[in-house]
């Protein structure tokens, strides 16, 4: 049997991050599986990629909702990183700390040691932002970047909020979140930036680090409350391998639950379902479920380009030829331009709602296909979702994908909040600087005005936007799934070290919280063995 000090189940955001930690010092040997494979493709490095990563299921788990009735039956797509590198191999690349008071929430309420205060070394350690300023780190592996296209539309958007009363902020991961600009996002010239590139790629040649790629993990295992190793299997081939320090799950928060669930790790009445023998009765397991609802809302664009057209034909050509000699031009945009973060009502003390302007619209949104005719789409989110879902295993089968039921719009401040946002969106089109530019709003439609209206177009619409967190949360009390410092409750040699350890939501992407989170467990599980 294989024996290794440290064993990392997954290889995604992470994963990636603490096999380079953990590994860094030569003293530790450590193993990572990962049931993807390497993680290279043409498309890539290609921030415009992401539209042909995010059906492809090379590099996508391709995850859907259960039918719930509070989305009128409908499923939705979760999708989910596949091969070294996770997510940031496909998702938008948008980099977005938070809040200080989300990280504040989390201490207060029993993530002690997670406050503002002490994850900000953690973000200034993990960036190389090419702008700097106060509290930004410089001289870390990921590369972070401001969006350096600028369109006559976009400048006309940041201008309409201006109107509208809005601030102009040129960094919403410094000082203050609320306001408009451009994104800041994971890229170096002009090419995405995944961890793989910034974490693993430099720590591959280590004599002290294993990576296993297509090796699906099948279980945990125990010996009585002690974990002792993994089972998982490559080529139809299964291999037990023993962790002489600790195993660390980090495969995120559909697959860490899913993982533990297989294990006999978790709920019971789940587990008897399943068929699964109970090896650790952990009820929160699969539980706290939460992620971002966004709807999109789109204009239909006259007196100016949009992506629309720039990805058709000719000039689609030339827009090839432009970022294969530059790296510049639409390829190198991802899922955002202009950010946005603002109160939907006044008496809220932070920025509740976040916005992601594109000149372009979707004819098909689940397909990504644009349409033919100029556009534009302002997507619309919740920061801090209240509602909880779960996910939870069908079987005992590890090969088919576990139940997920977000529960969305559940909490009337969820609905409140979103509707708001949507309100407030409508409002800063009719400014002057972008209505000029506007021929007439497509979806929802000038049709709606009622909240109930608003609220139907939310339900019949919205998509998640893949920031799914909370399903082995993290906290003080008897029920939490793992204290602050990320070690399972009851069970010893056993970690978590993913977005499924966050107990509430942040106030926007969790790429960035991700990353910080496996930081500061790469410290914690140093520190603890002296």
């Not at 559940?410 to 708001?420: N, T």
Request: some cysteine; overall charge neutral; charged content about 20%.
């Amino acid at each position: 049997m294989d024996e290794f000090d440290y064993v990392i189940v997954g290889g995604g955001t992470a994963g990636c991050i603490l096999a380079n930690r953990l590994s860094a010092s030569g003293r530790h040997r450590v193993l990572m599986l990962e049931a993807g494979g390497e993680g290279k493709g043409f498309w890539i490095p290609i921030p415009a990629g992401f539209s042909k990563l995010l059906t492809n299921p090379v590099y996508n788990w391709r995850f859907q909702t259960e039918p719930e009735d509070n989305v009128k039956g409908r499923t939705i797509a979760v999708p989910r990183g596949k091969g070294l590198g996770g997510s940031t191999l496909i998702n938008g690349m948008i980099y977005v700390r938070g809040q200080p008071q989300d990280y504040d929430r989390w201490h207060t309420e029993g993530a002690t040691g997670w406050s503002a205060a002490d994850v900000q070394p953690y973000f200034e350690r993990l960036e190389n932002y090419v702008k700097g300023g106060p509290g930004r780190g410089t001289q870390g592996p990921m590369h972070i970047a401001e969006v350096t296209e600028r369109y006559p539309i976009s400048e006309a958007f940041i201008q309409a909020a201006r109107q509208a009363g809005y601030p102009q902020n040129t960094d919403y991961n410094g000082k203050d979140q609320e306001g408009f600009g451009y994104y800041q996002v994971s890229q170096r010239q002009g090419r995405r930036w995944s961890v793989l590139d910034g974490y693993l790629e430099p720590a591959r040649n280590r004599s002290n680090l294993a990576v296993k790629t297509n090796a699906h993990v099948l279980k945990i295992n125990l010996d009585g409350a002690r974990c002792t190793g993994v089972t998982y299997r490559v080529d139809g081939q299964e291999h037990t391998v023993k962790a002489r320090i600790e195993v660390i799950m980090a495969a995120g928060a559909v697959q860490t639950p899913q993982i533990l669930e297989l294990s006999g790790i978790g709920h019971p009445q789940v587990l008897q379902q399943a068929g699964i023998p109970v090896q650790f009765a952990c009820e929160g397991v699969g539980e706290n479920y939460i992620d971002h609802f966004a709807t999109r809302m789109n204009w239909r664009v006259k007196g100016a380009q949009t992506l629309n057209e720039l990805t058709r034909g000719w000039r689609l050509g030339k827009a090839v030829v432009q970022y294969f000699a530059s790296h510049t031009g639409i390829l190198s945009l991802g899922t955002g331009l202009v950010s946005g973060f603002v109160k939907s009502r006044p008496d809220l003390a932070t920025p509740d709602v976040q916005y992601f302007f594109m000149h372009a619209s979707y004819a098909n949104a689940a397909e990504r296909k644009l349409d033919t005719q100029p556009g534009m789409t302002l997507g619309v989110t919740q920061l801090r979702p209240q509602s909880r879902g779960s996910i939870h295993i069908r079987s005992a089968n590890p090969l088919e994908g576990p139940s997920i039921r977000p529960n969305f719009l559940a909490v009337q401040e969820d609905r409140d909040s979103l509707i708001g946002g949507m309100q407030v969106a409508r409002a800063i089109m009719s400014q002057e600087a972008v209505a000029r530019f506007i021929d007439h709003e497509m979806s929802p439609g000038a049709a709606v005005n009622t909240y109930d209206e608003w609220l139907d177009f939310a339900r019949s619409n919205g998509q998640t936007i893949y920031h799914p967190i909370g399903t082995c949360r993290m906290g003080s009390d008897p029920a939490s799934v793992v204290d602050p410092r990320l070690c399972f409750r009851g069970i010893s040699h056993l970690r978590v070290a993913d977005a499924s350890v966050m107990p509430s939501m942040v106030s926007g992407n969790t790429q960035a919280a991700v990353m910080m989170v496996a930081e500061k467990a790469a410290d914690m599980i140093l520190e603890d063995q002296g």
